[in-house]
């Protein structure tokens, strides 16, 4: 059994796909099956279903994944020691992130922190919410960047990078897209576009519902997708609307690809969290949550270039 088969386990799950893990990992699509198959053949137990959104855990792939992740975990936190045991400083700091703050977010603060700490190493993988949770949980990641805490309000220590708001988008000839402003009761007849069920998007969007006193089983949902970009692109052509990041929306209706309505009956804002274990960490990894602790005044600075 070799760690590479964990760690292609684990970004085929990431990524949701053969072809993207194969990517991600700058190695070929058949190593990517390949070590899949050999992971398989141990357990003797199949560990991905292949359908249209792409490569899903099956009970068994579950279980494994549990395992790999506190497995790979354990051996990042030995070599971690063993470098300070060499007297070494120990440079990387992993983060698990969502898409909002791991892609419009999170660049814009490591390229301030690398100014003062040019030295400092980041791997950033971006995944859904509840991935995201996991990674810390099993500490194979020092932090988690994302946009819910619902399930895990007590669970880490954390700190707001910042506020945004959650917006309506609709195709750009939809009707919909002529008003200022829409109610939730009035999308609730159009088809809609989900984020999946461990998106932190789609929780706050359920719990925007809910304080409305409208079951989210009432949306007419049509298809459930991975990312906000995926969600973006169906709603561009005409296949339903969403709910999703203001952030993201504005950068797609700049495009040209979309329409954003407010929603005027909703408490549409959600903050954004950077989260850690509650115990010490290595030192860059002390420094940047330091550092992200004065960040959080000038968010919105950030947030306003896109």
Request: glycine share 6%; charged share 30%.
């Amino acid at each position: 059994m070799r760690l590479d088969y964990l760690k292609t386990f684990l970004t085929v799950l990431e990524t949701g796909g053969f072809l993207a893990a194969a990517k991600k990992l700058g190695v070929s699509q058949a190593t990517v099956t390949n070590h899949v198959a050999i992971l398989e053949n141990f357990f003797e137990a199949k560990l991905f279903d292949r359908t249209v959104k792409g490569a899903e855990l099956t009970e068994a792939g579950k279980i494994l994944k549990v395992s790999a992740e506190k497995i790979l975990g354990e051996i990042e936190k030995a070599k971690s020691q063993i470098s300070i045991l060499k007297g070494r400083t120990v440079e990387l700091v992993r983060i698990a992130a969502s898409t909002i703050p791991g892609e419009h977010l999170l660049p814009s603060i490591i390229a301030e922190f690398k100014k003062e700490h040019p030295m400092a190493k980041f791997e950033v993988r971006i995944m859904d919410t509840g991935n995201a949770l996991s990674c810390l949980k099993n500490e194979t990641v020092d932090f988690a960047a994302v946009g819910s805490l619902i399930g895990c309000e007590n669970d880490f220590e954390k700190l707001e990078l910042g506020e945004e708001e959650l917006v309506l988008i609709v195709p750009k000839n939809h009707g919909l897209g002529k008003k200022q402003t829409v109610k939730l009761n009035e999308i609730l007849k159009y088809p809609y576009i989900n984020r999946e069920e461990a998106s932190g998007t789609r929780k706050e969007t359920e719990r925007i519902l809910l304080e409305a006193k409208i079951p989210p089983q009432k949306l007419n949902v049509v298809l459930e997708l991975g990312s906000t970009q995926a969600v973006i692109t169906a709603v561009s052509e005409g296949k339903g609307i969403s709910i999703i990041s203001s952030i993201a929306a504005r950068k797609a209706e700049k495009s040209g690809l979309i329409k954003t309505v407010k929603i005027s009956n909703a408490k549409t804002i959600r903050k954004l969290y950077l989260l850690r274990q509650k115990k010490e960490l290595n030192k860059t990894c002390e420094l940047f949550w330091k550092f992200c602790q004065k960040m959080e005044t000038s968010f919105s600075q950030i947030r306003d270039n896109f």
